[in-house]
């Protein structure tokens, strides 16, 4: 059997632990944000920084609630959020935040799997981003992303952070296409009795730490 498809294999039966078990395998990525390649926005729609009234004012056109955690950050400065708009209408969003990230900002959708990061002074944590269904294949996220590190440069940040769980492919790829360098990689099985949790070791030029899962009670650390 050829390496690609073990690989393929593997990762059908992480996909298939994840509906019944705690399953989650996270990776880690930087870059420098000189390196991002920009991509310009798409005709017919203007990206800009985007304030929490604005955000509250459109949120009938989402089908989530926005975390009010979030419109706080916003407000007190320790978040960012970058919108597109076609016409009046949302088009989509990218949101970073600065400083200490919690683990309710960086999780699989399950509590367990949240994971918190420490930045440093230079970085931003790119902890959403969405385009809306009908706004897909334009290319918004890169889009999203080039008008963010233009802004954040000017304020002094240097290196962008962000984390994509492993079977994700499509935000996999978008992440490959924008240069992002992999630099670790986190796990965290919980399977009846059986847990285990591993954590990566970072390279030297890293601009973050990881802390440890909300669901690990094991904490063993692999390199």
Request: proline share 5%; with cysteine; hydrophobic share 40%.
């Amino acid at each position: 059997m050829n390496t690609q498809a073990t690989r393929s294999i593997r990762w059908l039966a992480y996909r298939v632990v994840r509906r019944f078990a705690i399953a989650d395998v996270c990776h880690f990525y930087q870059s420098p944000i000189d390196a991002i390649p920009r991509t310009p926005t798409p005709d017919s729609y203007t990206i800009r920084s985007c304030s929490s009234n604005r955000l509250r004012k459109h949120a009938s056109e989402l089908d989530y609630t926005i975390p009010e955690q979030d419109l706080e950050m916003l407000d007190a400065g320790a978040a960012k959020c970058i919108a597109a708009f076609q016409a009046d209408s949302l088009a989509g969003f990218a949101w970073v935040a600065f400083g200490t990230i919690s683990g309710d900002m960086n999780h699989d959708g399950k509590p367990e799997t949240g994971l918190p990061i420490q930045l440093s002074d230079e970085a931003a944590f790119v902890f959403q981003v969405l385009v809306l269904p009908q706004h897909r294949g334009r290319r918004l996220y890169a889009a999203f992303l080039s008008q963010m590190v233009d802004e954040l440069q000017s304020e002094g940040i240097r290196y962008l952070v962000l984390t994509t769980e492993a079977s994700n492919r499509n935000a996999l790829r978008a992440v490959e296409r924008m240069q992002f360098r992999k630099v670790g990689q986190a796990s965290l099985f919980r399977i009846g009795p059986f847990r285990r949790a591993t954590y990566p070791t970072l390279p030297n030029d890293i601009e973050f730490t990881v802390g440890r899962y909300v669901g690990d009670d094991t904490a063993a650390r692999s390199s």
